[in-house]
């Protein structure tokens, strides 16, 4: 395969990844808060949620093994596996080793939540919310195009959108915890 295959592909691969990953948490956090209506039903958003999910590793899985087999940094497997021993931007690199780590916590957990439990599985789920943000101070990182303007635009899009869905989860959760309140001080009262 041409080197430049492998080096567009690497890139593109990245960018891909890093929209479907930044859709896969928006709609994780859609889910956990039953965002839906007439028009989007909750199934839709956990069948897209989980459909994404599937895409994305395979985008990711495509963006790891070009960025090995390129010729032109020479990784090797090793510093795909271990995080901080690649000679070639290390710090950036190794973030984006720690981010795959977490988010094979993830996916390996996903396909155990039969056999787990909700609570664990759960728990776990929630590297999501690092493994994010640290592939994506990765792709700033180590990205060669990540000073390109378009590049610049999709990084900016994904993290308004992600940030918009996380503050939706805490407007929600201090919502519940003040309807919460107000019922057991309500209950109190009538007692």
Do not use: E, K
Not at 5 to 26: E, H, M
Not at 109 to 135: C, D, E, F, I, Q
């Amino acid at each position: 395969m041409n080197d430049t295959v492998l080096w567009y592909t690497t890139r593109g691969a990245g960018a891909v990844s890093l929209i479907l990953f930044s859709a896969v948490v928006v709609l994780g956090i859609l889910a956990s808060v039953r965002v839906q209506s007439a028009a989007w039903p909750r199934f839709l958003t956990t069948g897209l949620h989980r459909n994404l999910a599937l895409l994305a590793v395979v985008f990711l899985g495509l963006h790891i093994v070009t960025a090995v087999v390129d010729p032109f940094v020479s990784l090797g497997f090793g510093a795909a596996a271990i995080p901080f021993s690649s000679p070639y931007r290390r710090l950036w690199l190794g973030l984006g080793v720690v981010a795959l780590d977490l988010f094979l916590a993830i996916v390996i957990t996903s396909l155990m939540r039969p056999l787990l439990g909700h609570r664990a599985w759960r728990a776990v789920h929630w590297l999501a919310y690092m493994s994010w943000p640290v592939a994506v101070i990765h792709g700033l990182g180590t990205g060669s195009d990540s000073r390109q303007m378009w590049m610049l635009a999709i990084d900016v899009a994904c993290m308004a959108t992600v940030v918009g869905a996380v503050a939706l989860r805490l407007t929600q959760r201090q919502g519940d915890m003040l309807s919460a309140s107000t019922s057991h001080t309500a209950g109190a009262v009538d007692g």
